[in-house]
Each structure stands twice: as C-alpha cells, then as structure tokens.
C-alpha cells in the first residue's frame, strides 16, 4: 500500500533552519512529481515547492533563497531545507505525490508542523 510520510517540523526562533523530510512507500514504477505544501488554520493550502518527473525544481517567490527541495529518486524522498525562517513560515506543511499522464499516483501526506517564533 502507497503512503507519503512527512517528518522534521518543529518549533524554532525566527532566522533558524529546519528540514523536512517526505517520504513515499510502496511500490511504483513510473515517474511521478512531488509538492510540498503549507496551511494555517482557516487559510487553504499553499504551494510551496514542486519537483517535476523530469527532475525541475520550483518555488514560491516568498521561499525563494531560503528554502532548498532535494529529491531522491531512489530512496523515493522529496526534503525541504528550510534556512533563515520567519514567523510567517508557520503552518503545517505536506508533501504530496502529482500525477502525470501516464502516473495516476495522488497521495497527501498526514503533515507536519513548522512553527517559527520572533
């Protein structure tokens, strides 16, 4: 059975670093992307970084410089290295698989939380 596990939240000052981790399981043979979002409460999910099945990492223009997503094809994990956090960073934080046309896989992880103090 597939599953996508986050770990590496936390609670940190404000300019800290924190990484976190995605990890998928189970057992898949075609190329797929990965996603790590963020939610605070009452607010929908923000994309924050994205890694394609070709390999191309993207990012939100507020990340950009302090976040660094790494992907792993074959330890199947997708980290976020997360340098010089703000108060602003705090929320919950997923990671998910993204489908292709040719990878149905489509999976949200459970989330972990990032809280980041001034």
């Known amino acids: 059975q597939m599953r996508v596990v986050e770990s590496g939240g936390g609670s940190v000052e404000s300019g800290g670093s924190l990484r976190l981790s995605c990890a998928v399981s189970?057992?898949?043979?075609?190329?797929?992307?990965m996603s790590w979002y963020r939610q605070t409460p009452g607010t929908q999910r923000e994309l924050v970084s994205s890694?394609?099945?070709?390999?191309?990492?993207t990012y939100i223009d507020s990340v950009r410089g302090r976040f660094t997503a790494s992907r792993d094809i074959a330890k199947k994990t997708f980290d976020l290295q997360m340098n010089d956090l703000k108060p602003e960073d705090t929320a919950r934080y997923f990671c998910?698989?993204?489908?292709?046309?040719?990878?149905?896989?489509?999976?949200w992880g459970q989330g972990t939380q990032v809280t980041v103090s001034s």
């Open positions: 998910k698989t993204d489908p292709t046309a040719t990878c149905r896989v489509d999976m």
């Open positions: 189970g057992y898949i043979l075609c190329s797929y992307g």
């Open positions: 890694v394609a099945a070709d390999g191309t990492i």
